[in-house]
């Protein structure tokens, strides 16, 4: 059975930083494209950012783009992102999920996290 379990949401200022962090099990994590998608209260998920197998290309959404930074550990099955200047808009419950993402042809978002709560205070 594919696991998901996302860690490091918590309370932070504007202007703050979090690492978020997703250990996965269940599957060969080496081999799959991993993405984060957020949720914003009362708002449909937001895809953030991807990563493929090897770690060699890197995608954001413009909203998240030059604040945010994905990375992967396959040695330790393990996604991370780590975001700075965080915003009240950041607010939203962020979660891992295996690809291919959305710049990918093969688009196919399959398997999700039960997510961890950000929220960025103003």
């Known amino acids: 059975e594919v696991q998901l379990v996302e860690s490091g949401g918590g309370l932070v200022q504007s202007g703050g930083s979090l690492r978020l962090s997703c250990a996965a099990s269940?599957?060969?994590?080496?081999?799959?494209?991993m993405n984060w998608v957020r949720q914003a209260p009362e708002k449909g998920p937001e895809w953030a950012s991807a990563i493929n197998s090897n770690g060699a290309r890197i995608y954001y959404a413009d909203s998240v783009k030059g604040r945010f930074t994905i990375s992967r550990d396959n040695a330790k099955n393990t996604l991370y992102l780590e975001m700075d200047s965080l915003e009240p808009e950041d607010t939203a419950v962020y979660y891992c999920?295996?690809?291919?993402?959305?710049?990918?042809?093969?688009?196919?978002?399959?398997?999700w996290g039960r997510g961890t709560q950000v929220i960025v205070s103003s």
């Open positions: 999920a295996t690809g291919p993402g959305p710049t990918n042809p093969n688009f196919r978002i399959g398997s």
């Open positions: 269940g599957f060969t994590f080496a081999t799959h494209d």
